[in-house]
């Protein structure tokens, strides 16, 4: 068992091959309030201070920016899409209110300026895009991503539900490199 463990940390799924995995994987507002508190904690002008997660994909946001000596508190509620874009395009998109839309302006010139999520992060009006293939931290990571064929999110109140199907590809035979035989 230890064995798999391992292969599977090491991104290699071949004793794995041909399995298919449904999952539905509740993950608490603590959680998702420490992840973006970590991500954004890494010196950038941003910083996440608060999350509420609530029912049909709101996500209530507070942000604190500090960049020049000066510091701005902002909130908002964020409409979280439902559909990843696995396997196709895998990305989490957020919607900010129409009366908002300016910060999407202004998370874009952070993202360019001060390489805040630079390459993940994508804000254009009102829509927020991180894209996981660009931020996957490995190989690993790669691989599961790529082992992940459809996936949505659903909220409830305090919790948001990842739904997932993962199938690993049966390994392609290796070919041996072509041998010249016209050696004499």
């Not at 293939?133 to 659903?154: S, T, Y």
């Amino acid at each position: 068992m230890q064995h798999l463990g391992e292969q599977f940390q090491r991104g290699d799924f071949s004793s794995f091959a041909g399995a298919r995995l449904d999952l539905s994987v509740p993950i608490k507002e603590e959680v998702l309030l420490q992840a973006a508190q970590e991500a954004t904690s890494r010196g950038g002008p941003a910083r996440v201070t608060g999350l509420s997660i609530h029912a049909n994909n709101q996500v209530e946001m507070h942000l604190e920016v500090e960049k020049w000596g000066l510091k701005q508190a902002l909130s908002t509620t964020l409409e979280v899409e439902r559909n990843l874009g696995f396997p196709d395009a895998p990305r989490l998109v957020l919607w900010l209110p129409p009366a908002q839309a300016w910060l999407g302006g202004i998370l874009q010139v952070l993202s360019g300026t001060f390489g805040l999520g630079a390459g993940v992060l994508h804000a254009k009006g009102r829509q927020i895009t991180l894209d996981f293939a660009a931020g996957a931290p490995d190989d690993n990571a790669r691989a599961l991503l790529k082992a992940v064929k459809w996936a949505e999110i659903d909220s409830l109140e305090g919790r948001l539900i990842l739904n997932a199907r993962l199938e690993m590809d049966e390994p392609q035979p290796q070919i041996p490199p072509q041998v010249r035989k016209d050696f004499p």
